[in-house]
């Protein structure tokens, strides 16, 4: 299947800090990506959708000031986290839907702490 | 909200054949049925999916009722590796955003 990556894996910062969160296709463009968190113990929300050359559209709840999406290239869309705090502390996926396929693929996962 | 009900829970022993209902029974003509897993602390890996006939690839077989109301996702020999969450999700194909229910969490058992 195609291969979507994440970086950082995991990243612990202190409160008031901004994370940048990056998801990269790495064979294969995507015009879309997702972005989802999931909370300990609790399935996968969907944030926003990230389209390339475009504003995202958020989930309702979702601040769009707090997190900023940006799809500057058809293999990167980034996740940047604003002034963080503890209660942004989640695990952080990604996904992309590769052109002409049914599936869609994701990445491994960020884990932020906000200490 | 999710369109699919799955048992939140499932055992199964190594080496046997493990199947793993779920129900969508408001599925529309052109949904398919997903299925992931997440392994603890990873992101979603595709397993399989289909839209009416059943489908088999070298991970999982995935069998679709005729009405196509219900699903069985099955992996013919469990190893403790497949102990995960695993997701029935109903989707149209493309660019759409994938609605996660709470999964079925299988325990494999030596």
């Known amino acids: 299947g195609a291969v979507v990556s994440q970086h950082p894996s995991w990243v612990i910062c202190k409160s008031g800090t901004s994370v940048k969160i990056e998801c990269r296709s790495l064979?294969?463009?995507?015009?879309?990506m997702f972005w989802y968190r999931q909370f300990p113990k609790q399935s996968l929300m969907l944030m926003a959708t990230?389209?390339?050359?475009?504003?995202?559209?958020?989930e309702q709840g979702v601040e769009k000031d707090k997190f900023l999406i940006n799809h500057a290239s058809l293999t990167l869309s980034t996740l940047t986290v604003t002034s963080a705090h503890p209660e942004d502390s989640s695990f952080y996926i990604c996904?992309?839907?590769?052109?002409?396929?049914?599936?869609?693929?994701f990445g491994p996962g960020t884990r932020l702490l906000v200490l | 909200d999710a369109k699919t009900t799955q048992p939140p829970s499932m055992d199964c022993a190594e080496g046997r054949a493990a199947n793993l209902p779920c129900n969508h029974s408001t599925i529309s003509g052109n949904e398919y049925v997903y299925w992931y897993r997440q392994i603890h602390s990873q992101g979603p890996q595709y397993i399989i999916h289909?839209?009416?006939n059943n489908e088999t690839n070298e991970m999982a077989s995935l069998i679709i009722t005729e009405d196509r109301k219900s699903s069985t996702l099955i992996l013919p020999h469990a190893t403790l590796r497949d102990t995960a969450v695993y997701y029935c999700?109903?989707?149209?194909?493309?660019?759409?955003?994938?609605?996660f229910g709470k999964g079925t969490r299988l325990s494999v058992i030596a």
């Open positions: 064979d294969f463009q995507a015009t879309t």
């Open positions: 999700i109903v989707s149209t194909a493309g660019n759409t955003p994938l609605v």
């Open positions: 289909g839209l009416k």
């Open positions: 996904s992309a839907p590769p052109p002409f396929q049914e599936t869609q693929y």
């Open positions: 990230s389209n390339e050359g475009s504003k995202a559209t958020y």
